[in-house]
């Protein structure tokens, strides 16, 4: 058994489908990850940029893949991602019309719980058994439909 921070709670729904206007704001709000204990800030200060990778891809044959740009912060026990207006509003201009997929990677080696330990990239913490994984990327995603 691995003692280290585990998921709880996800400020989305990755299951749910948002309209692209609803996806912009909750990308202005943030996307919050919360965990089961606290979050030493340090290291997610020093990585802000690179703690949580976002990645655009519309709904749109053969159309880019495209970066949106972010900062993470780490608060108590939760890492918050992020973006300015600008993201924002080119993510609901790209996804108005044909809807898309945010791909959300959290960089769990340089998110350290109170202990110092990586947390887990696991999030089946959320399903009710949880299979822990210290550090490694944890996978998920913001579905997007038209609107």
């Known amino acids: 058994d691995f003692d280290l921070a585990v998921l709880k709670e996800l400020s989305w729904d990755p299951f749910e489908n948002l309209p692209a206007r609803l996806a ?5 709000s943030g996307l919050v990850f919360t965990f089961d204990r606290p979050i030493q800030p340090e ?5 802000a940029r690179t703690a949580v990778e976002v990645w655009l891809r ?15 912060q780490a608060d108590g026990e939760q890492v918050i ?9 080119m993510v609901q201009e790209f996804t108005a019309q044909m809807g898309g997929r945010l791909v959300i990677d959290l960089n769990c080696d340089v ?6 330990q990586p947390v887990s ?3 089946t913490s959320l399903f009710g058994t949880h299979r822990p994984r210290p550090g490694g990327i ?3 995603w913001l579905e997007i439909i038209p609107g």
């Not at 290291?43 to 990585?47: D, L």
């Not at 998110?111 to 110092?116: F, R």
């Open 43 to 47: 290291m997610v200060k020093r990585c």
């Open 24 to 28: 912009a704001r909750q990308l202005r």
């Open 121 to 123: 990239a696991s999030w």
């Open 111 to 116: 998110v350290l719980d109170d202990q110092g």
């Open 58 to 72: 519309t709904n749109e044959a053969g159309s880019p893949v495209r970066g949106v740009l972010g900062l993470a």
């Open 138 to 140: 944890m996978r998920t």
């Open 81 to 89: 991602w992020t973006v300015d207006d600008n993201a924002a509003g």
